[in-house]
């Protein structure tokens, strides 16, 4: 895997598209740019695709009333004190979904998948430190009803987040 942060090593990879979306081009570059920068004015985004402001802030209104988009600031969680990153296998006896909705609670936790395979949840945590990140697994996270086993992957690095995909 190359990193896609060091200039020498990128490739000239297109995002993936999604293919049945029902978005039409405009939403869809409308998301594009978003993607680039969150903070673009519905006025430069306007000029760019030949639109009129109000059409612009209707239709990102609507993309994020229908679930298709959230604006938010995304977070280096290095620089906001959180050193340690990893991601926990969990197998679950017993109820998936009740076990998901209790990790919810935590939030040390920032996203809860259900999967299919090896695990029956992965879920992405943060912590200060390794204590912080042992006491989370040992007394939070293990402690729920239902969780049988847990496996930590710890991230050693952050090698590439990307958030320019789906619309190209």
Same mark, same amino acid.
């Given at each position: 895997? !190359?990193?896609?942060?060091? @200039? ?10 999604? #293919? ?8 869809? !570059? ?7 920068? =969150?903070?673009?004015?519905?006025? &430069? ?44 296998? $969990?197998?679950?006896? =017993? @109820? ?8 919810? !609670? ?14 029956? $949840? ?5 912590? &200060? ?29 952050? #090698? &590439?987040?990307?958030? @320019?995909? =789906?619309?190209?």
């Amino acid at each position: 895997m !190359k990193n896609l942060t060091d @200039d020498t090593a990128q490739e000239s990879v297109t995002p993936p598209v999604a #293919e049945a979306t029902g978005l039409d081009d405009t939403n869809k !570059k409308i998301i594009s740019l978003l993607q680039k920068n =969150g903070r673009r004015s519905y006025v &430069s985004i306007a000029k760019e695709i030949g639109l009129s402001e109000a059409a612009v802030r209707l239709r990102v209104q609507r993309l994020t009333d229908d679930g298709v988009i959230q604006i938010v600031a995304v977070t280096n969680p290095m620089e906001m004190g959180f050193h340690r990153q990893a991601m926990v296998g $969990i197998t679950v006896n =017993g @109820d998936i979904e009740q076990v998901a909705r209790d990790l919810r !609670k935590i939030s040390q936790i920032d996203y809860i998948i259900i999967t299919a395979g090896r695990f029956d $949840i992965l879920a992405e945590v943060f912590a &200060s430190d390794d204590e912080a990140l042992l006491r989370l697994v040992n007394r939070s996270i293990r402690r729920i009803d239902g969780i049988g086993h847990t496996e930590l992957f710890t991230y050693m690095r952050l #090698e &590439s987040q990307r958030y @320019d995909w =789906g619309v190209a």
